[in-house]
């Protein structure tokens, strides 16, 4: 990172404005979807969280398409989550079906472990290894066995970007020839800290490793994905709609009764426990967290103030000591005293 004489990074600097494509070139993409499937126009991936019940919402309701809703619990959804799933549904008529994975669970004992032995800031996210694996898989399998056309995904925001991930996976000496491809520098970047710590390499969780790179970080159809679901065509809702944090916290609130962690100060990522888990490792070892990186973003974008985002700062990278702890408790590792490893 550089700073130029009035204190603006380099990241400010070269920051391209989020681009969307608009409502009209939505329509023409959706239009050729409408009454395709068998049963169902399209299925929508929910968590739980903001993004993907605005995305249910506005799919449901503005296109009145024909919508099923698709949950992949890796057994780590706090239960106001679960709660805003079925809220949600229930009011706007759409079917829910929920299916369980055992791949984050799979790895995640053994990751914080390796974690801990040798921490390092690139390495954080892969605590969360198999729950990016799957939810992407489990959601085109499910497109695919049922004949469902259209994948509706909401991943792809302008506070999704990960600049923070992929910095530290591109601080090393490999990374840097490559920098200008986010997605080999990516890989290199995790290839090197495997090597510095190759605890993580353990065989169960190898497969995962290696299906969550081409399952998520290149869920694209139009790619090797392509392959396997020839039939289906991913939507990014966010590459056509405006990503407005209110408007959507506005909407969901009031029409679908959506509600956010009561012992947490932040809307974003709070449907995933272990987003606490990552964020604390973060404040520990680097000082900051991704709510930094997702608040940066939306400053360069204009959607607030430095200062709002100082302010938010204060309240939003409070980590509850009881979440870490109880996180900590179901993976296996109570005896853990993460105050004192880093």
């Given at each position: 990172m550089?700073?130029?004489?009035?204190?603006?990074?380099?990241y400010?600097?070269?920051?391209?404005?989020?681009?969307?494509?608009?409502?009209?070139?939505?329509?023409?993409?959706?239009?050729?979807?409408?009454?395709?499937?068998?049963r169902?126009?399209?299925?929508?991936?929910?968590?739980?969280?903001r993004?993907?019940?605005?995305m249910?919402?506005?799919?449901a309701?503005?296109?009145?398409?024909r919508?099923?809703?698709?949950?992949?619990?890796?057994?780590?959804i706090?239960?106001?989550?679960?709660?805003?799933?079925?809220?949600?549904t229930?009011?706007?008529?759409?079917?829910?079906?929920?299916?369980e994975?055992d791949?984050?669970?799979?790895?995640?004992?053994?990751?914080?472990?390796?974690?801990?032995?040798?921490?390092?800031?690139?390495?954080?996210?892969?605590?969360?290894?198999?729950?990016?694996?799957?939810?992407?898989?489990?959601?085109?399998e499910?497109?695919?066995?049922?004949k469902?056309?259209?994948?509706?995904?909401?991943?792809?925001?302008?506070?999704?970007?990960a600049?923070?991930?992929w910095?530290?996976?591109?601080?090393?000496?490999?990374?840097?020839?490559?920098?200008?491809n986010?997605q080999?520098?990516?890989?290199?970047g995790?290839?090197?800290?495997?090597?510095?710590?190759?605890?993580?390499l353990?065989?169960?969780?190898?497969?995962?490793?290696?299906?969550?790179?081409?399952?998520?970080?290149?869920?694209?159809?139009?790619?090797?994905?392509?392959?396997?679901?020839p039939?289906?065509?991913?939507?990014?809702l966010?590459?056509?709609?405006?990503?407005?944090?209110?408007?959507?916290?506005?909407?969901?609130?009031?029409?679908?009764?959506w509600?956010?962690?009561?012992d947490?100060a932040?809307?974003?990522?709070?449907?995933?426990?272990?987003?606490?888990?990552?964020?604390?490792?973060?404040?520990?070892?680097?000082?900051?967290?991704?709510?930094?990186?997702?608040?940066?973003?939306?400053i360069r974008?204009?959607?607030?103030?430095r200062?709002?985002?100082?302010?938010?700062?204060?309240?939003?990278?409070?980590?509850?000591?009881?979440?870490?702890?109880?996180?900590?408790?179901?993976?296996?590792?109570?005896?853990?005293?993460?105050?004192?490893?880093?």
């Amino acid at each position: 990172m550089e700073f130029n004489e009035e204190g603006v990074c380099n990241y400010c600097l070269d920051h391209k404005k989020w681009s969307y494509m608009g409502k009209e070139k939505l329509d023409e993409f959706l239009e050729p979807f409408r009454n395709k499937g068998e049963r169902y126009d399209c299925v929508v991936g929910v968590s739980g969280g903001r993004d993907s019940s605005y995305m249910l919402y506005y799919l449901a309701t503005e296109y009145d398409l024909r919508a099923v809703a698709y949950n992949a619990d890796h057994g780590f959804i706090p239960e106001v989550a679960k709660a805003n799933i079925k809220r949600m549904t229930d009011t706007l008529g759409v079917e829910l079906v929920t299916e369980e994975t055992d791949l984050l669970k799979r790895c995640v004992k053994n990751n914080v472990s390796a974690w801990l032995r040798r921490p390092s800031p690139a390495m954080v996210p892969m605590i969360c290894c198999g729950c990016k694996l799957g939810g992407p898989r489990g959601l085109l399998e499910f497109a695919k066995k049922n004949k469902i056309p259209l994948v509706a995904v909401g991943i792809d925001t302008p506070v999704e970007r990960a600049n923070l991930k992929w910095g530290f996976y591109a601080a090393n000496p490999l990374s840097r020839y490559v920098r200008n491809n986010r997605q080999l520098s990516l890989l290199i970047g995790l290839l090197y800290e495997l090597a510095k710590n190759p605890l993580y390499l353990v065989p169960k969780a190898i497969p995962v490793y290696v299906g969550e790179y081409l399952y998520y970080f290149n869920l694209n159809i139009e790619g090797i994905q392509g392959l396997r679901y020839p039939d289906q065509t991913i939507l990014n809702l966010y590459r056509y709609v405006e990503w407005n944090e209110d408007k959507i916290l506005s909407m969901i609130n009031t029409e679908l009764g959506w509600r956010q962690d009561p012992d947490s100060a932040w809307s974003w990522r709070f449907d995933c426990k272990m987003s606490y888990l990552k964020n604390y490792l973060y404040l520990k070892s680097v000082g900051f967290t991704e709510k930094d990186d997702g608040l940066s973003t939306m400053i360069r974008e204009d959607m607030i103030t430095r200062e709002e985002a100082l302010e938010r700062l204060e309240v939003e990278n409070i980590i509850p000591a009881n979440k870490v702890t109880e996180i900590l408790d179901e993976i296996g590792l109570t005896d853990v005293d993460l105050s004192g490893t880093l």
